[in-house]
């Protein structure tokens, strides 16, 4: 009698006994009658079967009456059928004789190991089959109706019974089907009915589907045909037959006192009432209205009205006739020279006038020091880490998620190297394919014969892969794969390769098979399609019910589920799947070990066998990576894109070779050029980076990539500004003192402008040291490369760039020719200064245009709208980096995501761990994980469980498995799985389900119970090294020998439970799936440390191989706002402290950045550039370069002696900002464009988009709203301050350090006042 689990489905329609149903053979079942069997006894195997996967043998016709049982049979019967069995003081009667009853607890030990962790489907499910074997009332219910002559070995002539029908009440058969539905499977986190239903699966299985496969010979476990009647209730049978209707239990019934109802997770009659968890808070809104949008209108509306009542109210009170002025100076430095202690400032002077001197009197030998110093440091750079790892670059070494992975990983080793294939076959028309015995189906394109052979051919190259690693060694498949069921020396075969060819066992024989099938009257063929078709929706069976009689399980002795198998079909119709996935898992190792070598070794020639196959089959699509890809790719780019990045830099030299020059004539533009200049202020750059960068090395700090692309650009912006002013006050201030050398010319200047620079390149390296503060290591080591660099650039650009302009000087003052100084042309006197383009422009045109009276309030509220308008923008910006926009815009990974997201129907494993501290030993303990009858209703399991329910909030798709529930069914006595040897030399050992004998007699325990804690102890490594078996299909080896960790006393120190997420598409979701899992993980963990006899440290925690990764964007926004306001400290303060303790002047130059970061971050929005932490990166660097947007404009304003704020404004405008535009704006907008061709999206998207946006932002708030919040805010004209002493030399100064009182030598000068 057919019976257990792993068994599959009848092809026969299911059917209720009505009046013209099949009528019982007089002939062979006469008798219908209480009291009466069918048949009795054995008689050998079934002549009709070619194969079975467990021998039993077939009845013997015998329609006689029941037989006394006694003895060896009634003990048996009391323990396998106690149904049974009578009152002690009653005589019982049974069918069976003492071999049957054998056989029968035999296949109810198959069916328990499955069904036991319910009890009473267990024991109802049993029941069925006890009726049909020993029942005394047989005849009543049953028929036979084919029997087969047989000659025994001994010449007696038997009637062998093959086929029968069984009639059964339809109520009894709904609850006895209603009791099992819900049972799971804790190993595959399904459902046990998908094993016993056969192709209908959980899904489509019915009571008449459930029973017909039972009784189905072609199952490989019945061993003969049972034709299943349901009959309901009240109806009445011909022949005397009345249908099988005892009782049968809920499964939220206990069978008996012993036994305890099926759990939560078994049976939904158990369940507590679960709520719903809440779902997020929906978006705030204000009626129907956008929330965030009325309330950034309402604050816009409020600051403009309070502008325009101030403006109002101001006209409305009288203006006091402004005091006598002295007459107004030219101010055009910046800040430095601000401040109010002259004392101290007059020192700073003097002391860089001394040191200028000094530099411009010896440049060659500053040139000489500055190179030995700069090449001594940049050789640390031999020391130099470059860290590509993206765990290493975003996961802080202290962070919670990396603090879990090195658990992890210690306990479990590293996660699993995935490397997958996608084929899917675009334009090729699908099939319909009508199964003589499965029905109909609809076979998509890709599910063709020629692909299948296509993609094996495939497989077979990759499994003979044969690579020589670096160390050396040949590295086959075998050498790396995850073999879960002979880990120790796999095989090739033992390696797990999941593929829909594996429902063939990789065989191209059984792809090609066809067989002759019969259904009732119906005759063709079977060939891969009924074999396919039956095994998506039975993966774990062992033999189709088909004529081919394959097993479906893949080649390595394991199951293929068809989620993973195949992609892109419409609910469960596997058939019609659009695409078709292999995967190949490999052992994972630290990068320090040698295996990890060739790994990558195997899976770089997994590309290329891959490649080869896609070239070679033009009509696919193919998609495909290895573990080793994304690094692969990002390194790829990174090197294609530096003559991008070389373009770049080679652009913004031309501009600054070009801009520097001061040109006064044709003829001496050879002269004039300061070619060799730029490119020495380029080199001040790459060499302050450079010595950074070997610095830290020296310090041990590594380095990455985005340093490399990242700061140069920064320094050079930041650098530049300083270039240009310095060298641009010098060509202004080009007439010498009377008696005035040409170095002491140069100290003068640098006296007047490198307080400025001083200054201004201190509060950018305070802003990065503060940036150095965050714990991602990427952002860290930028901000402390970042700070140092621009420290250095600074003491190169006053020693090394002013020993350059000195020689450069003297070459313009011999007329020697620029790059080419041996030629030159003939001395000529002195000339003035140079065709200016912007200064002018902006003198003559922008400065009126933009501080005209009318247009000064438009300014104000059309900022004040972009503030407000990127307030909003910020909220609506997306958190995170898509895996896709890390890579090159050419790679063969931008198709494999898209095949990713597009196919895949389920997520990457989730493993909540547990950490040392927790008794799972104790009935306690256990209850407080497990899942099956009489576990804890909020156990581990049913936790997890309950959240898979709702996989829109938990973002977890399928329940966890769980070795704790299958080490319970392992150990339960119903079954064989746990059995001892008594007698030999293996006495007291392990007995595998597999040995027949009588020596393995004993059960582990004697009794359905939760074991001791010495048997859980000693049973535990038992079964965790169980080889799972059709006898035993709960033995743990492949499913849990890696997922529990024991030291050598037998400790439990950690132990992992799988689930599934949901498929996830965006880095969002990921995100949120993090969030949701920690926080079930802190359910559990507050739940099991309620349990008695566990550690208060004790904890759970959620792990997958992206939460690593992820991490970041919980806490990244709330970081960089810290980070970012930290930044914006050390501005205010030194600004406050540049310009004299200004206070509207310090607020001004907060305002404008802030706005500038405000109004960036909603461009972000805008032009569709994620919020992470390269962002925040760019971000940080944006403080600095509005640093040199704003101070110089705000400095320039104070020190304006121009009569009011207006003029002042005027005056700051014209002078400094076309130095500003010259020297930032259009110092980085020539590279920042070429940028835009960069194959990297990650360079077009947050180099080029992002700082394009920040330059433009910047130079727009820089050069129209400061001026006019200048305007209209700024500090009153101060009162002149006391004539500071002349010039020894006499000279009257018109640059950028005219009229400053704070620095001695300097005497005013007197320009026209500002309209």
Not at 505 to 531: C, I, S, Y
Not at 859 to 868: D, P, S, T
């Given at each position: 009698m057919g019976c257990p689990s792993g068994h599959h489905s009848s092809s026969r329609a299911p059917h209720r006994c009505q009046p013209g149903c099949p009528q019982a053979a007089p002939s062979l079942t006469p008798i219908h009658r209480a009291g009466y069997c069918s048949f009795y006894g054995e008689c050998g195997r079934n002549p009709e079967r070619n194969t079975s996967l467990v021998a039993s043998n077939v009845p013997c016709l015998a329609n006689s009456p029941a037989r006394a049982a006694s003895g060896q049979l009634l003990a048996l019967l009391r323990s396998v059928c106690p149904e049974l069995v009578q009152d002690a003081n009653q005589t019982t009667f049974v069918c069976c004789n003492l071999a049957q009853l054998y056989a029968l607890q035999l296949s109810v030990a198959l069916s328990g190991a499955v069904l036991s962790r319910c009890p009473s489907c267990a024991r109802n499910f049993a029941n069925l089959y006890c009726h049909n074997t020993c029942s005394p009332d047989q005849s009543l219910f049953t028929n036979v109706s084919r029997i087969v002559n047989r000659t025994t070995a001994l010449g007696t002539r038997q009637l062998a019974v093959v086929e029968y029908q069984a009639y059964y009440g339809q109520e009894f058969a709904d609850a006895s089907f209603a009791s099992c539905q819900g049972v799971r499977l804790p190993v595959t986190g399904g459902y046990a009915i998908d094993t016993m239903c056969g192709r209908y699966g959980a899904r489509l299985c019915t009571t008449q589907r459930w029973l017909d496969f039972q009784g189905d010979v072609n199952n490989g476990l019945a061993p003969l045909q049972i034709d299943v009647h349901l009959v309901p209730n009240g109806t009445q049978l011909p022949d005397g037959i009345a249908p099988l209707s005892p009782p049968a239990w809920s499964c939220a019934e206990a069978p008996s006192a012993e036994d305890e109802p099926c759990s939560c997770q078994d049976c939904a009659q158990s369940c507590p009432p679960i709520r719903a968890p809440t779902d997020p808070p929906p978006p705030f809104r204000l009626g129907a209205a956008d929330g965030a949008l009325v309330i950034c209108a309402l604050l816009f509306a409020i600051l403009s009205l309070t502008f325009i009542f101030a403006r109002l109210s101001k006209r409305c009170v009288p203006k006091k006739p402004p005091a006598p002025r002295r007459a107004p100076e030219r101010h055009s430095s910046c800040c430095a020279s601000c401040l109010t202690d002259a004392r101290h400032h007059r020192l700073l002077a003097r002391g860089f006038r001394w040191w200028g001197t000094l530099v411009a009197g010896h440049p060659l030998v500053v040139l000489l020091v500055t190179a030995v110093v700069t090449g001594g440091l940049a050789a640390g750079m031999a020391n130099l880490r470059l860290t590509t790892d993206p765990v290493e670059l975003w996961s802080a070494p202290g962070s919670r998620a990396r603090q879990e992975k090195a658990f992890y990983d210690q306990h479990f080793g590293p996660f699993l190297r995935t490397n997958q294939v996608i084929v899917t076959a675009p334009g090729r028309l699908g099939a319909s394919y009508e199964s003589v015995l499965l029905g109909a189906k609809n076979f998509s394109g890709v599910l063709a014969e020629e692909v299948l052979l296509a993609l094996l051919e495939l497989q077979e190259q990759l499994a003979n892969i044969s690579v020589v690693a670096p160390t050396g060694k040949v590295v086959a498949l075998n050498d790396v794969c995850y073999a879960p069921l002979?880990?120790?020396?796999?095989?090739?075969?033992?390696?797990?390769?999941?593929?829909?060819?594996?429902?063939?066992?990789?065989?191209?024989?059984?792809?090609?098979?066809?067989?002759?099938?019969?259904?009732?009257?119906?005759?063709?063929?079977?060939?891969?399609?009924?074999?396919?078709?039956?095994?998506?929706?039975?993966?774990?069976?062992?033999?189709?019910?088909?004529?081919?009689?394959?097993?479906?399980?893949?080649?390595?002795?394991?199951?293929?589920?068809?989620?993973?198998?195949?992609?892109?079909?419409?609910?469960?119709?596997?058939?019609?799947?659009?695409?078709?996935?292999?995967t190949y898992s490999l052992n994972n190792f630290p990068r320090t070990d040698p295996r990890h070598q060739w790994a990558l070794s195997w899976e770089e020639k997994f590309l290329q066998v891959v490649q080869d196959f896609q070239r070679a089959h033009p009509e696919l699509s193919v998609s495909y990576m290895a573990e080793r890809s994304l690094e692969d790719e990002i390194n790829r780019t990174t090197a294609e894109d530096i003559p991008i990045f070389t373009i770049s830099y080679l652009v913004v030299f031309i501009y600054i070779a070009l801009a520097l020059g001061d040109y006064t004539a044709w003829h001496r533009v050879l002269v004039e050029s300061k070619v060799t200049l730029a490119l020495g202020g380029i080199v001040v750059v790459v060499g302050a980076v450079f010595a950074s960068m070997g610095f830290l090395a020296l310090l041990g700090l590594p380095s990455s990539l985005i340093i490399l692309e990242v700061v140069p650009f920064l320094v050079l912006a930041v650098g530049a500004d300083n270039i240009f002013i310095f060298v641009l006050e010098y060509q202004q201030q080009s007439q010498r003192a009377p008696g005035e050398t040409r170095e002491q010319h140069i100290g003068r200047v640098l006296a007047q402008v490198a307080p400025s620079m001083l200054l201004c390149s201190l509060s950018e390296a305070i802003c990065f040291f503060l940036g150095a503060l965050s714990s991602m290591p990427a952002v860290r080591t930028?901000?402390?490369?970042?700070?140092?660099?621009?420290?250095?650039?600074?003491?190169?650009?006053?020693?090394?760039?002013?020993?350059?302009?000195?020689?450069?000087?003297?070459?313009?003052?011999?007329?020697?020719?620029?790059?080419?100084?041996?030629?030159?042309?003939?001395?000529?006197?002195?000339?003035?200064?140079?065709?200016?383009?912007?200064?002018?422009?902006?003198?003559?045109?922008?400065?009126?245009?933009?501080?005209?009276?009318?247009?000064?309030?438009?300014?104000?509220?059309?900022?004040?709208?972009?503030?407000?308008?990127?307030?909003?923008?910020?909220?609506?910006?997306?958190?995170?980096?898509?895996?896709?926009?890390?890579?090159?815009?050419?790679?063969?990974?931008?198709?494999?995501?898209?095949?990713?997201?597009?196919?895949?129907?389920?997520?990457?494993?989730?493993?909540?761990?547990?950490?040392?501290?927790?008794?799972?030993?104790?009935?306690?303990?256990?209850?407080?994980?497990?899942?099956?009858?009489?576990?804890?209703?909020?156990?581990?399991?049913?936790?997890?469980?309950?959240?898979?329910?709702?996989?829109n909030v938990s973002y977890l798709a399928i329940s966890a498995t769980s070795w704790v529930d299958d080490f319970l069914d392992w150990l339960n006595p119903t079954g064989r799985c746990c059995r001892i040897h008594t007698s030999g030399n293996l006495t007291g050992q392990f007995c595998p389900s597999t040995t027949n004998g009588l020596g393995c007699l004993r059960r582990c325990l004697n009794a359905t119970r939760r074991p001791t804690v010495p048997e859980f102890q000693k049973y535990l490594p038992w079964f965790l090294h169980d080889r799972p078996t059709l006898q035993c299909a709960k033995g743990g080896l492949g499913a849990y020998d890696t997922s529990v960790s024991m030291d050598a006393n037998g400790t439990i120190l950690a132990t992992r439970f799988m689930a599934y997420q949901r498929p996830l598409r965006t880095s969002q979701e990921y995100t949120a799936a993090l969030r949701a899992a920690r926080a079930l993980a802190e359910e559990i963990t507050t739940t099991l440390r309620q349990v008695p006899g566990t550690h208060p440290d004790f904890h759970v925690f959620p792990y997958t191989v992206t939460y690593v990764y992820y991490e970041q964007y919980l806490t990244v926004v709330q970081e960089g706002l810290v980070m970012l306001a930290l930044c914006l400290v050390p501005t205010f303060v030194v600004s406050f402290?540049?310009?004299?303790?200004?206070?509207?002047?310090?607020?001004?130059?907060?305002?404008?950045?802030?706005?500038?970061?405000?109004?960036?971050?909603?461009?972000?929005?805008?032009?569709?550039?994620?919020?992470?932490?390269?962002?925040?990166?760019?971000?940080?660097?944006?403080?600095?370069?509005?640093?040199?947007?704003?101070?110089?404009?705000?400095?320039?304003?104070?020190?304006?002696?121009?009569?009011?704020?207006?003029?002042?404004?005027?005056?700051?405008?014209?002078?400094?900002?076309?130095?500003?535009?010259?020297?930032?704006a259009l110092t980085s907008l020539p590279g920042i464009v070429v940028l835009a061709f960069a194959k990297a999206q990650l360079i077009q998207i947050f180099f080029f988009r992002l700082n394009l946006i920040i330059t433009l932002l910047g130079l727009a708030h820089g050069l129209i709203f400061l001026p006019v919040l200048l305007s209209y805010m700024g500090p009153s004209s101060r009162v002149a301050a006391k004539e500071p002493p002349r010039d020894p030399k006499g000279q009257q100064g018109t640059g950028l350090g005219l009229g400053n009182p704070c620095f001695e030598g300097t005497e005013r000068g007197t320009v026209p006042g500002q309209g």
């Open positions: 002979n880990p120790e020396v796999p095989t090739l075969s033992d390696c797990c390769v999941n593929s829909p060819t594996q429902y063939f066992q990789n065989n191209r024989t059984h792809l090609g098979m066809v067989a002759a099938q019969t259904a009732g009257k119906e005759t063709g063929t079977a060939d891969w399609r009924d074999h396919l078709i039956y095994c998506v929706n039975s993966p774990l069976s062992f033999k189709d019910i088909t004529a081919l009689e394959l097993s479906c399980m893949a080649q390595y002795g394991g199951p293929v589920f068809p989620y993973i198998a195949f992609g892109g079909y419409p609910g469960s119709e596997y058939t019609e799947a659009e695409a078709l996935i292999v930028f901000a402390l490369t970042a700070a140092v660099a621009i420290l250095f650039d600074f003491l190169l650009q006053v020693s090394c760039f002013v020993a350059l302009v000195a020689l450069d000087a003297r070459r313009q003052e011999a007329a020697r020719y620029d790059v080419c100084c041996c030629c030159g042309r003939s001395k000529e006197g002195a000339r003035g200064p140079g065709a200016r383009l912007l200064h002018p422009l902006m003198h003559r045109f922008y400065t009126p245009l933009l501080l005209h009276r009318l247009a000064r309030p438009v300014v104000v509220l059309l900022f004040l709208f972009l503030a407000c308008a990127g307030i909003y923008l910020t909220l609506q910006v997306s958190v995170g980096l898509d895996q896709e926009l890390s890579m090159p815009t050419d790679s063969y990974l931008l198709q494999y995501f898209s095949a990713l997201n597009q196919y895949l129907a389920v997520g990457v494993p989730t493993y909540f761990v547990t950490t040392e501290g927790y008794n799972f030993s104790s009935a306690e303990g256990t209850n407080g994980i497990c899942s099956s009858s009489g576990c804890a209703p909020n156990s581990l399991t049913h936790t997890i469980q309950y959240a898979s329910r709702f996989p402290l540049l310009l004299g303790t200004d206070l509207r002047s310090s607020a001004a130059t907060l305002i404008t950045i802030a706005m500038i970061l405000v109004d960036t971050v909603g461009a972000m929005a805008l032009w569709g550039i994620p919020y992470n932490a390269v962002a925040l990166i760019n971000l940080v660097a944006a403080v600095g370069i509005s640093v040199e947007f704003v101070s110089h404009i705000t400095c320039a304003f104070t020190r304006s002696a121009q009569p009011c704020r207006l003029a002042r404004a005027a005056d700051a405008t014209t002078n400094m900002g076309s130095k500003v535009v010259s020297g930032v």
